[in-house]
């Protein structure tokens, strides 16, 4: 079964408000959590890079004030879009690490973004 | 930014003949992945290779790493229709926490 969750996993919002998605691993304690964005037909971008109880890491050119990161908690991630615009509609992945788990990565199902 | 790129971008084939997708990188690296993508939908590991092994098989997958050519693999032998997705590869650098995908490559078996 899954072990990383997210949700929602789709979410229609209005332009210029601001959406939160989560990022839950289920029965570890995920250290380090990934946020990535991708396009349609496109691949996968990593945002960040979070560690659990400190400030994410930004890929560059990734606005870290438009898209905020907090893992304040073993088993929680949360990316917040503010201000969202038509051009933040996107799929966003999460994925997560942890101890007892090895090197292995485990991806969330994935929220679709639709800004309108 | 992107570690690499995957050739073909898209494939189509048809069922029961055998698909092969290739990756390559740029960096030295730990370990390299596959994953498959069903439109609209998260990612499934399939398979994971180290930077110090040759070749990997899983079932119908064959996956090979040639770390001097900086490239990987991936064969799907005896194609079906359920293998129809995107499928990417990863690595994760020395020193780094983070996985970077390839491009990806569009299967698409043909029943």
């Known amino acids: 079964g899954a072990v990383v969750s997210q949700h929602p996993s789709r979410v229609i919002c209005k332009s210029g408000t601001s959406v939160k998605i989560e990022c839950r691993s289920l029965d570890f304690q995920a250290t380090t959590m990934f946020w990535y964005r991708q396009f349609p037909k496109q691949s996968l971008m990593l945002m960040a890079t979070?560690?659990?109880?400190?400030?994410?890491?930004?890929e560059q050119g990734v606005e870290k004030d438009k898209f905020l990161i907090n893992h304040a908690s073993l088993t929680l991630s949360t990316l917040t879009v503010t201000s969202a615009h038509p051009e933040d509609s996107s799929f966003y992945i999460c994925?997560?690490?942890?101890?007892?788990?090895?090197?292995?990565?485990?991806f969330g199902e994935g929220s679709w973004l639709t800004v309108v | 930014s992107q570690q690499g790129e995957e050739d073909p971008q898209a494939l189509s084939i048809q069922e029961g003949e055998n698909a092969t997708m290739n990756c390559s990188y740029k960096t030295s690296i730990n370990n390299l992945q596959w994953y498959r993508q069903n439109s609209g939908r998260g990612l499934v590991h399939l398979i994971l290779i180290r930077s110090n092994e040759r070749e990997k098989h899983s079932g119908r997958l064959r996956v090979t790493l040639d770390t001097s050519k900086k490239s990987s693999s991936l064969l799907i032998t005896a194609s079906r229709a359920a293998d129809t997705a995107s499928y990417f590869c990863?690595?994760?650098?020395?020193?780094?926490?983070?996985?970077?995908f390839g491009q990806g490559t569009r299967l698409t078996i043909n029943p």
């Open positions: 994925s997560a690490r942890g101890g007892g788990r090895g090197n292995t990565i485990y």
């Open positions: 979070s560690n659990e109880g400190s400030k994410a890491t930004y």
């Open positions: 990863a690595t994760d650098g020395l020193g780094a926490q983070k996985l970077v």
